[in-house]
């Protein structure tokens, strides 16, 4: 496992907001932080399982930890939460919730597809936004942004959500420039299949994925070693390789191959 900075807990703590804590890649994020020695907020819809890993975290790791329940596709939920933890020492932001489906574009309700835009692209923004000046003001800090290597070239029968991951992705990169001069250090972090309830609850055969899914230990370290380091992570070696490949495969050729393989691990 990658080390953390040694200054972590004092450049990133008191506290940590984390959004989708109360499952896979977030509730990770949020055992990682906590065993850190930072405190953390955690953000999701729903409230009893954010309950239980708030017991768990000051019960195994003598943090806090605070429940922020909200609804991150509601335009009011940036405010509310900032709200929230008005009164707190924050460090550290994770934007990290999101949601996904998987199938044809032109079956897709509409109503998912806006939802969808909101969670994965409106909370980062709003909730960076509402967030961002206290770390600025206070010198130092991180925020990470999750995408997806999704994200590297267009996903069919995933079109919306990668193309949510690209906005992420083009988000996390010029907020890494932009707020490095305010002691704000920025990681977007990459991940490829990644064994959550996430990519199952889409109807993907983890049978039918071509390599297998990482657990979520390391994605998650990869991340917060990096702060401070360097600003783009892509976990795993396979998904390195596969993303530098992109770099020399013409756009229209990635997005067919795929294609092919979104329309595999889902039929
Ligand atoms: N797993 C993968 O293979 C993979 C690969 C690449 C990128 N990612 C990215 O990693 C992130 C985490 O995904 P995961 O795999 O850990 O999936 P997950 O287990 O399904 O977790 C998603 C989290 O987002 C929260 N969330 C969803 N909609 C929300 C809403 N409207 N308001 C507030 N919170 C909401 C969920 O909480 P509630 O349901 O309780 O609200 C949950 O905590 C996502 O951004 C995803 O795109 C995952």
């Not at 010198?139 to 991951?165: C, D, E, H, N």
């Not at 991940?191 to 055969?205: L, Q």
Request: with cysteine; hydrophobic share 50%; glycine share 10%.
């Amino acid at each position: 496992m990658p080390r953390l900075r040694k200054d972590f807990a004092t450049r990133y703590g008191t506290w940590a907001v984390v959004t989708g804590a109360s499952s896979g890649i977030g509730a990770e994020f949020a055992r990682q932080l906590a065993a850190a020695g930072v405190s953390v907020a955690l953000v999701a819809r729903r409230a009893d399982r954010l309950a239980a890993l708030a017991d768990e975290l000051a019960r195994d790791h003598g943090v806090g930890a605070r429940v922020c329940a909200h609804d991150l596709a509601s335009p009011r939920a940036a405010d509310a939460l900032a709200a929230d933890v008005a009164d707190l020492d924050l460090g550290l932001v994770v934007c990290n919730a999101g949601t996904s489906w998987k199938g044809a574009f032109l079956e897709h309700d509409p109503a998912d597809q806006r939802r969808m835009i909101e969670v994965n692209c409106q909370a980062p923004v709003a909730v960076t936004r509402a967030l961002g000046p206290r770390l600025a003001a206070r010198g130092r800090g991180g925020l990470v942004i999750v995408s997806s290597t999704g994200a590297f070239q267009g996903l069919p029968w995933s079109a919306v959500y990668g193309a949510t991951k690209a906005f992420d992705l083009l988000l996390g990169e010029a907020l890494a420039v932009e707020l490095k001069p305010a002691g704000v250090d920025v990681v977007t972090l990459c991940p490829g299949g990644t064994d959550t309830e996430g990519p199952m609850n889409t109807g993907v055969d983890p049978a039918k994925v071509p390599v297998k899914l990482m657990p979520v230990g390391p994605v998650v370290r990869a991340a917060l070693a990096a702060l401070g380091r360097r600003s783009l992570v892509v976990p795993g070696a396979v998904n390195r390789a596969g993303v530098a490949a992109l770099r020399v495969v013409p756009r229209a050729v990635a997005a067919k191959a795929a294609g092919r393989i979104m329309k595999r691990v889902t039929s």
